[in-house]
């Protein structure tokens, strides 16, 4: 089992950065495949980005992909998302999940922990 704390989101303009993190519990954290999601008023969560338990392989929404990077630090079992280039669309709350699996994947029912979320809102 394995709990999950976000941080890092708040409010920024639009061309900024931000990086979020995701603290995972648990002596395991290795074993599980990452995912950063999103979820925008009114709208249903997304993927965003993931990555494998080793960090080796990574995925990105074609939405992100160029502007934001994922990674990780098994020895700090934590998980970050940068994300460059804000624009005011990446406004939502954004949470990361563990897979237990070696692959992340963008089905989030195949992850079986989540975080709390953190929300990241982009000015104009």
């Known amino acids: 089992q394995v709990q999950l704390v976000e941080s890092g989101g708040g409010l920024v303009q639009a061309g900024g950065s931000l990086r979020l993190s995701c603290a995972a519990s648990g002596r395991t954290f290795n074993s599980y495949a990452m995912g950063w999601f999103r979820q925008a008023p009114g709208k249903e969560r997304e993927f965003v980005a993931g990555?494998?338990?080793?960090?080796?392989?990574?995925a990105y929404s074609d939405s992100v992909k160029g502007r934001f990077a994922i990674s990780r630090v098994n020895a700090k079992n934590t998980v970050y998302l940068q994300m460059n280039s804000l624009k005011p669309e990446d406004t939502a709350v954004y949470y990361c999940?563990?897979?237990?699996?070696?692959?992340?994947?963008?089905?989030?029912?195949?992850?079986?922990?989540w975080g709390q979320g953190t929300q990241v809102t982009v000015s104009a």
């Open positions: 999940a563990a897979r237990d699996n070696t692959y992340p994947t963008i089905r989030e029912r195949e992850y079986g922990y």
């Open positions: 990555i494998s338990r080793s960090g080796g392989i990574t």
